[in-house]
């Protein structure tokens, strides 16, 4: 009688390659099944694969080169990216995600194109504790908002549908923030996303006041202006810091620059947005 063939009897490198082709999860719950799988599932050949492939080039760009000198395998070294890694002075911040290795990636205000920020009258530049970069931007009054960042998809994983995300804080003296919803856009080549969403949460004692001085005679042009669209909301983050999607896109395999942009150009004076960059990362179903 033939009895079937198991994983057990398969040589260690035939193993290898079947795990390197799943994922950092897989490899994880693989190596638990039995002790005879630890040392395979947890080998450089199998985790070096879920490495990018420009691994070598995103290691010379950290800040933080001197934790470098403490990881001894492929797998320290996937664990160790998957912590937010500050490169190319700081200015960027990279992560790969736990379970899939997909690459996400964070550009610091710095890093992005942002109307008036060098007039010191519009916005301040600042370091706070909270934040990853050494410096965030704060709104100090402004009536044309208009913030733009750009990346090439060849930094990302290929094939991939990617979320981008302005992360930002609100504070105490945040005003006209909420009066009109911005208008983002995500654009890949000729392809051009709009969107539109509050900078904010509306403030209810502040629609309450507006109300007894105005009537309904603004929230009907309000609501007027969001009938039959999605307006989006800023949503807290698991590290305190608020995002606003500004859209998605698909990386593909060709290498391509991305166009992202948040802009409120309604001439109502704003101030109090404090902006720490935008987030691109997986998105998930």
């Given at each position: ?80 990216l ?60 402004v009536n ?58 509306k ?21 007027e ?27 593909g395999?060709?290498?391509e ?29």
């Open positions: 009688m033939n009895s079937a063939t198991s994983i057990v009897s398969l040589p260690e490198e035939c193993v290898s390659a079947i795990l390197s082709r799943t994922s950092p999860q897989d490899a994880c719950r693989f190596s638990m099944v039995s002790h005879t799988f630890v040392s395979v599932a947890n080998s450089d050949l199998v985790w070096k694969n879920f490495l990018p492939s420009d691994y070598e080039d995103i290691l010379s760009r950290t800040v933080n080169q001197f934790a470098l000198k403490f990881i001894s395998s492929c797998k320290q070294l996937f664990r160790f998957c912590r937010p890694v500050l490169l190319d002075g700081g200015n960027k911040s990279f992560k790969l995600e736990k379970c899939s290795g997909k690459i996400c990636y964070m550009l610091s205000a710095t890093e992005l194109s942002i109307a008036w920020s060098i007039d010191p009258m519009f916005w301040s530049w600042k370091p706070i504790p909270e934040s990853r970069f050494s410096l965030v931007a704060e709104l100090r009054t044309w908002l208009e913030i733009e960042g750009k990346m090439r998809t060849s930094v990302l994983t290929p094939n991939t549908s990617y979320g981008a995300y302005l992360v930002m804080k609100v504070s105490d003296r945040a005003y006209g923030l909420d009066s009109a919803p911005s208008e983002v856009s995500i654009t890949k080549g000729k392809i051009v996303k709009r969107g539109r969403a509050y900078l904010c949460n403030d209810e004692n502040k629609c309450n006041m507006e109300t007894l001085f105005y009537g309904n005679r603004r929230n009907r042009m309000v609501q202006q969001e009938d039959g669209e999605n307006v989006g909301v800023p949503c807290e983050r698991e590290d305190g810091w608020m995002e606003i999607e500004i859209g998605e896109f698909f990386s395999e060709d290498d620059e991305i166009q992202m942009s948040v802009a409120e150009v309604g001439h109502q004076l704003k101030g109090g947005l404090v902006l720490e960059g935008i987030e691109v990362r997986p998105k998930h179903t």
